[in-house]
């Protein structure tokens, strides 16, 4: 007899010895989507008994999760911003600390009419699809190295139906610009994970996330530095540059800082750590 109780008490025993934080809570997440039930159905039905369909499917996610690949990953979603995003293994797994540039994004462009954002290095389009999806004046252009992260947004574009605002292009950061072309708004999540520091990442990152997504050079620091000296020339007069940094990195971004800026500050997410750059193009 394979029940919903026994099933989950196996689970939980191989993930824990597998060295998973949570295991009981991961495997009653798997236990969900195998079912595709919610967690009030296991608690209130621990008598079930699963097919035979249901219990390998259960166990081969287990078996997944124990070698360490995110859940995210296997359920192949992840809720961002209020949002339900495909996912593949093409594309990081969207993350909390992120939704400030969505939010402080939102706040500037509200009161604007017809603007246009510039999304570079969009992977599953969360940040764009996000902003697109809560103001509808607004139009953008999302660029990514990887074709694979681009079907994967388009996807994402479709499904929350902002593909009609949302222009993919196939592009290493700016090369796929035309520097006649002049945005509201640039936004990026760049990879900022210097090579020794991504040695060092959990296992679940390390393993299964996309390097090209992570890694910024040998210091973390070389997208971003291009993104900073390259984004002036794609922006209107005051408009803004909103990115994601790493740990650590606030004091070394606000050294490459030049006269094209007129003005820049950092948000601190909920650990106090200075995550996202807003920086404002001098008046010109």
């Known amino acids: 007899m394979k029940r919903i109780r026994e099933s989950l008490a196996l689970g939980s025993k191989i993930l824990s010895e597998s060295g998973i934080l949570e295991p009981v809570r991961d495997a009653s997440l798997l236990m969900s ?3 595709k039930r919610d967690r009030a159905f296991l608690i209130a039905h621990s008598e079930y008994v699963l097919s035979d369909v ?3 499917l259960f166990l081969s996610y287990v078996k997944r999760r124990a070698r360490g690949e995110p859940i995210q990953y296997i359920r192949e979603s992840q809720e961002f911003y209020g949002l339900e995003f495909t996912l593949s293994k093409d594309v990081l797994i969207p993350r909390p600390e992120t939704e400030l540039i969505v939010e402080t994004s ?3 462009l509200r009161s604007m009419q017809n603007a246009k954002i510039l999304d570079v290095g969009i992977g599953s389009g969360c940040i764009a699809i996000s902003i697109l999806h809560n103001l509808e004046h607004v139009e953008a252009v999302g660029v990514d190295v990887s074709e694979s992260a681009l079907n994967v947004a388009k996807m994402n574009a479709l499904k929350h139906k902002v593909m009609g605002r949302l222009e993919l292009r196939h592009s290493n950061l700016f090369d796929a610009i035309d520097s006649r072309e002049k945005f509201d708004l640039i936004v990026s999540n760049p990879p900022y994970v210097s090579e020794s520091e991504f040695e060092l990442l959990q296992r679940d990152v390390r393993d299964y ?3 090209v997504a992570l890694i910024g050079g040998s210091d ?4 971003i530095r291009r993104i900073i000296a390259d984004s002036a020339e794609y922006l209107k007069s005051k408009g803004r540059l909103v990115m994601e940094i790493g740990f650590g ?3 070394q971004v606000s050294a490459m800082m030049d006269d094209r800026w007129q003005d820049f ?3 601190t997410d909920l650990q106090g750590i200075k995550r996202v750059l807003i920086a404002e193009k001098a008046f010109k």
């Open 106 to 108: 939102i706040e500037f």
């Open 220 to 223: 973390g620091l070389s997208i």
């Open 54 to 56: 249901e219990y390998k």
């Open 265 to 267: 500050w950092f948000l």
């Open 33 to 35: 989507l195998a079912l």
């Open 249 to 251: 990195q606030a004091d």
């Open 209 to 211: 996330e996309p390097k």
